[in-house]
């Protein structure tokens, strides 16, 4: 049995577990809560960087990042499935960079927020993040990317961080952004998991 460690509020962990729901890899993974915030010394024996998500493999062996995971997630249900192989592999992968990309700036926002006393954040850095956010929805608002069947990195990757910004950032991004709204309905409907590993917390 392999072992996902994650939380509940994590678009990198949730990036997983939309991937184990499209791979039908639920039944050979157990999800054990962690919390990257707190002194979890399993954790950090697991990944040095104490960060989620963290995969335990049946060996004792651990893998991170959330791209690293996906594609071991891939290569274990036969490859090519999520990873696409050839021709649009590295769109794939460009997509995903940026969809991370958007998390990890929406996350360094909230972080902010949360640790620092008001009076300590640091304005221009908030809104240096927020702006990476800001062009990375404008240039997917253009062209938002088709989506084939099943969905690969990129896509599961853009759900997550859409997904994300409306759970901490109450949904502003839909302003403006008709397309992308659409695409992550269609994304949803298309993908029970996504909707099944809503954040929490």
Known sequence: MLILRSAAPSPFGRKVKIAMGILELGDRIEIKPADSNAGDE?????????????????????LFDSRVILDYLDDLAGGGRIMPRGEGRFAALRLQALADGMMDASILQTYEKRFRPEEMQYRPWLDRQAAKVTRALAELETEPP????????????????????????????????????????????????????????
């Open 146 to 201: 088709i989506m084939g069947k099943p969905p690969h990195v990129g896509h599961i990757a853009l759900a997550c961080a859409l997904g994300y910004l409306d759970f901490r950032f109450e949904g502003h991004w839909r302003d403006g952004h008709p397309k992308l709204v659409g695409w992550l309905d269609a994304f949803a409907n298309t993908v029970p998991a996504f909707e099944a590993t809503a954040p929490t917390g």
């Open 42 to 62: 399993e954790l950090f024996h697991q990944n040095p960087l104490g960060k989620i998500p963290t995969m335990i493999l049946e060996d004792g062996t651990s």
